[in-house]
């Protein structure tokens, strides 16, 4: 079997500590072929070796610079070089990548880079057959969720982001070996450099992009996210707001979800006083099951939800979170 490319999100070194939608990569390259993980880094921190290894991955390639560069001290353009070496020595059946900004836009110079097609916000990926030469194909949501769209790669290398919570993370020991690997970093990519970051402070909540649950909160709390919080601590997840919230200064924009803040897909979604216009619908369509809480009965997310609540959410939400804590205690 073709080895499959899987770049380690670069939050994973953090702690040691392997983000969930690489493991959820991991578990999709299984599918498609034999997965190597791509840690740009020092694969010696902490146990993310092990863990890349419990979670199916047969090689790990650590990579650093020949001229001693820290690659990770860099913006995208030397991931990209790193991919693109890596494509032209190992020829992958695939290389898949987390799907956030920092991941389509690697995506992108690699396309470009390596004279391969490009597959953006998979949320489904599955292997080829005769009738697609063997090639992977995924399921797209487009057109803000308007239509699903099952396509594949036909010239090159498929590169692919692919949205976290696409696949359920799976165990399956790997190999692991540890292959280090030098590359070389052109001058013109080092152009863009991190000069400062600052640690995102804990809120005890999941990422919004990676939680499986995720509980927003919109123009009917009348900014007021006492409840909705609430109701995501009680279930264990995170926080979201529409546009319309975060315009009124309710929320920071770093909570928005929609076409113009960040793209969710998790298991559950559950949305509270959110009207349901095309451009929040845009950023959590792709939810495997989405519920709405709303007083108005001809709202526009009604007709997207698997579930819905016509009422308050000020008086369903607490007596939801009150039900949740009894039946947990």
Same mark, same amino acid.
């Given at each position: ?14 702690? /040691?500590?392997?983000?969930? #939608?690489?493991? &959820?990569? $991991? ?7 034999? !997965?190597? @993980? =791509? *840690? ?32 990770? /001290?860099?913006?995208?353009? #030397?991931?990209? &070089?790193? $991919? ?7 020829? !992958?059946? @695939? =290389? *898949? ?53 099952? @396509? ?178």
């Amino acid at each position: 079997m073709s080895e499959v490319l899987v770049l380690v999100d670069s939050n994973s070194l953090v702690d /040691g500590k392997v983000s969930k #939608p690489t493991l &959820e990569l $991991l578990t999709i390259a299984r599918r498609i072929g034999e !997965p190597s @993980a =791509v *840690l740009i880094g020092d694969p010696s921190t902490g146990s993310a070796v092990e863990t890349l290894a419990a979670y199916g991955a047969e090689k790990i390639y650590a990579v650093s610079a020949s001229d001693g560069t820290d690659i990770t /001290g860099y913006l995208v353009a #030397p991931k990209a &070089e790193v $991919l693109a070496q890596l494509v032209e020595r190992t020829g !992958p059946a @695939a =290389v *898949l990548i987390p799907s956030g900004g920092e991941g389509k836009e690697i995506a992108g110079r690699l396309a470009v880079k390596t004279d391969s097609g490009l597959i953006t916000d998979a949320v489904d990926v599955q292997p080829g057959d005769d009738s697609t030469r063997g090639t992977p194909v995924t399921t797209q949501s487009v057109f803000a969720g308007s239509y699903t769209v099952r @396509a594949r790669v036909t010239h090159g290398t498929p590169i692919i982001t692919v949205k976290p919570n696409s696949a359920a993370p799976a165990q399956h020991q790997g190999a692991g070996a540890v292959e280090e690997l030098t590359v070389t970093i052109s001058e013109s990519a080092k152009t863009a450099k991190i000069t400062a970051s600052e640690p995102r402070k804990a809120s005890g909540r999941p990422e919004l992009t990676e939680a499986a649950i995720v509980v927003s909160g919109g123009r009917g709390t009348g900014g007021d996210f006492t409840a909705v919080e609430a109701f995501a601590d009680a279930i264990g997840a995170a926080v979201g707001a529409s546009r319309a919230a975060v315009d009124s200064g309710w929320m920071p924009h770093a909570f928005q979800v929609g076409q113009t803040g960040k793209t969710v897909s998790p298991q559950l979604y559950v949305a509270n006083g959110i009207s349901g216009a095309i451009q929040h619908r845009a950023g959590m369509q792709t939810s495997k099951t989405i519920v709405a809480v709303n007083k108005d009965d001809e709202a526009p997310i009604f007709e997207l939800v698997d579930f819905g609540v016509v009422g308050d959410l000020q008086k369903v939400l607490p007596a939801a979170t009150e039900e949740i804590t009894k039946r947990k205690g």
